[in-house]
């Protein structure tokens, strides 16, 4: 059975500056997918950067980029030039490619990031 | 094209009673979920649908009724409310299966409270 761990319940960061949330999985799958999900305090779940394990070069979405370590089951999240709006609970999920027919998202317990001002 | 839709937001129930949960999507997409969502535990899956006519059980199953009569709809029933399905419930659905077009864009939630 595949398992998310998020170490980091809490964090904080002043507006600007950088902060990386951590993410480790246990799979003994090879082709999957990592998902950074975030949750602001609307509850809206929204997808914030996506990950193919088959693909070696880290995903970036502007501000928002990942340090992928296959072989460590490492895979955190880089939040550049924090934003007041970046203030919100972060999941890590993982998905199986390839599951058969469910899409199932594995989810981490969630690290809750407030951006200081 | 207003992805995926939630009703209601919120809702007190009484031990016992029953009640839909609906969820809708416009995207077309063929897939769709329930998940819960728990302090301190993350998501879970409760049921699922590959498409119309096919639901399957997930993770947390007991408890939830689903059906898929149309794409677009993917209701979740609670036959007989219990304090243990207090949680925030949101639906989600993705083009396709795993492997392709697989991102899961999910509705805003619906906050449950069991007394």
């Known amino acids: 059975a595949q398992t998310v761990t998020q170490s980091q319940p809490e964090m904080s960061v002043q507006e600007a500056e950088t902060v990386t949330l951590s993410c480790t999985y246990d799979t003994s799958e090879s082709n999957y997918y990592l998902f950074w999900y975030k949750q602001p305090p609307s509850r809206q779940m929204i997808l914030v950067i996506r990950q193919e394990a088959y693909k070696q070069q880290n995903a970036t979405e502007n501000r928002f980029s990942v340090n992928f370590q296959k072989a460590a089951k490492s895979f955190s999240l880089k939040i550049s030039d924090s934003q007041l709006g970046d203030t919100a609970m972060y999941f890590c999920a993982f998905m199986k490619r390839y599951g058969g027919a469910t899409n199932k998202l594995i989810f981490g317990t969630g690290t809750l990031l407030a951006v200081q001002p | 094209n207003a992805g995926v839709t939630q009703t209601p937001k919120f809702q007190v129930l009484k031990t016992g009673q029953s009640m839909t949960l609906q969820c809708a999507q416009d995207m077309n997409h063929e897939y769709m979920s329930w998940y819960r969502q728990d302090p301190g535990m993350g998501l879970r899956l409760i049921h699922y649908?590959?498409?119309?006519?096919?639901?399957d059980q997930g993770e947390v199953p007991n408890g939830y009724n689903v059906s898929r009569s149309t794409t677009e709809d993917f209701p979740l029933r609670l036959l007989s409310a219990a304090p243990s399905q207090t949680s925030v419930y949101f639906c989600a659905s993705s083009q396709g299966l795993a492997g392709y077009q697989e991102t899961q864009y999910f509705g805003p939630g619906t906050r449950l409270l069991v007394l």
């Open positions: 649908s590959v498409g119309a006519g096919i639901t």
